[in-house]
DNA sequence: GTCTATAGATGGATAGAC
DNA sequence: GTCTATCCATCTATAGAC
């Protein structure tokens, strides 16, 4: 519960905002948007109905920032990563640690043991049910996606560029797809063969996976 | 407009009644579950208020009907496809057909000419969206899905079953990434060069990247 | 069966006391 | 800044006229 971003030990102003972004992360994520009211997120807080309003304006607004900033905090870890591969190879990795840049930052934050578990599934479901204003953020913000594309065009030159941009759509679908309903049905259907709990593993699953796909 | 589950000739019990079920599911193709109100349904369907409650129940009961007879529908077609596939084959059809059967359905409904473009959405969208109910039976109800996963792995028994339902889920990510919205992203993130209307262009890509991902 | 009118419940936002 | 009380809009569902 502890949020990094603001620290909790008084009953300031920061904590009661603090208290109520934190609520809010996890109930829209658990519950869905529209299923989570106001008064839902402030009784979760302990805090009082208005201080939504007070904080963040609106609730919409409230949304809006808490996607903002954990899309930011994403997009900066899979940037370091991917910036430390440019790192290692010259200035060229393979693809292999390219695609891991991208799979392993929402991966590892869904630990079990991790408090930012609930902060990927609020970023997947913000790509499905977000409000106008995120989706519009979603849809024209690509510059982080486009490193990752011209890493990946850059590691196959003989592919052709729309080729290269199709594989990345196929791969961000399997990270999006790292879903708890999702996972629960893959475990219905294995007959528990499949453990959601061996986060390094299904790393290396995908990875394998994307990176022949890749080498099609 | 016109559904082939009922005419439309007359103005029947039956008319309106099929006019409810299009009208909300294009609405809830389009918006969002909980964003479409019963009213904008009875105002696009051209029919009063009280329809949806006289011919479903209930606004919910209506959502699980438009979603039981789609994925019904798909998962027919999808299993007729695979029912080929292992009649070409003495039952052991390779890998890439059987992908064949699980990916070409949803794609060819989202040709854009035709009328099933929504239905394919819909479906996507109670993924992530649907009622309690829904998702109920989207974990539960794997049969069809067992017919994929044991056929993939007659084709591959070289490889640990887990590695199998692990690359299905892959696949089933690949699938469900193909929304309006992410297709507008690839648009902007790749300058125009993906084209969102080659649907048998799609296919083959896909084909391409998860045939070769399974073969790893 | 169809439609109008309305009940009954809920939610977002805000005024105003402290 | 915090909190209570409340306004007002909106929604689902239904009763009852025709």
């Given at each position: 519960?502890?949020?990094?971003?603001?620290?909790?030990?008084?009953?300031?102003e920061?904590?009661?905002?603090?208290?109520?972004?934190?609520?809010a992360?996890?109930?829209?994520a658990?519950?869905?948007?529209?299923?989570?009211?106001?008064?839902?997120?402030?009784a979760?807080?302990?805090?009082?109905?208005?201080?939504?309003?007070?904080?963040?304006?609106?609730?919409?607004?409230?949304?809006?920032?808490?996607?903002?900033?954990?899309?930011?905090?994403?997009n900066?870890?899979?940037?370091?990563?991917?910036?430390?591969?440019?790192?290692?190879?010259d200035?060229?990795?393979p693809?292999?640690?390219?695609?891991?840049?991208?799979?392993?930052?929402?991966?590892?934050?869904?630990?079990?043991?991790?408090?930012?578990?609930?902060s990927?599934?609020?970023?997947?479901?913000?790509?499905?049910?977000?409000?106008?204003?995120?989706?519009?953020?979603l849809?024209?913000?690509?510059?982080?996606?486009?490193?990752?594309?011209?890493?990946?065009?850059?590691?196959?030159?003989?592919?052709?560029?729309?080729?290269?941009?199709?594989?990345?759509?196929?791969?961000?679908?399997?990270?999006?797809?790292?879903?708890?309903?999702?996972?629960?049905?893959?475990?219905?259907?294995?007959?528990?063969?499949?453990?959601?709990?061996?986060?390094?593993?299904?790393?290396k699953?995908?990875?394998?996976f994307?990176?022949?796909?890749?080498?099609?």
């Amino acid at each position: 519960m502890t949020d990094p971003v603001a620290p909790l030990e008084d009953n300031t102003e920061a904590a009661t905002k603090a208290a109520v972004f934190c609520a809010a992360e996890r109930l829209f994520a658990l519950h869905g948007f529209q299923n989570v009211s106001v008064r839902d997120i402030t009784a979760e807080a302990g805090v009082n109905l208005a201080s939504v309003n007070y904080h963040f304006g609106s609730k919409d607004a409230l949304l809006f920032e808490i996607f903002r900033r954990r899309t930011a905090e994403l997009n900066r870890e899979r940037a370091r990563m991917l910036h430390e591969a440019n790192a290692r190879h010259d200035g060229k990795p393979p693809v292999r640690e390219i695609l891991e840049a991208l799979f392993a930052p929402p991966l590892r934050w869904g630990t079990t043991d991790n408090d930012r578990r609930i902060s990927v599934q609020f970023i997947i479901r913000s790509r499905s049910e977000g409000t106008p204003e995120m989706r519009e953020a979603l849809t024209n913000d690509v510059s982080h996606l486009a490193r990752f594309a011209d890493a990946l065009i850059a590691a196959r030159p003989d592919l052709p560029r729309e080729t290269v941009y199709w594989r990345l759509h196929f791969c961000l679908g399997m990270v999006h797809n790292n879903r708890f309903a999702e996972f629960d049905r893959l475990h219905v259907l294995s007959d528990g063969a499949t453990r959601e709990g061996d986060v390094e593993g299904l790393l290396k699953r995908m990875l394998d996976f994307a990176e022949a796909g890749f080498l099609a």
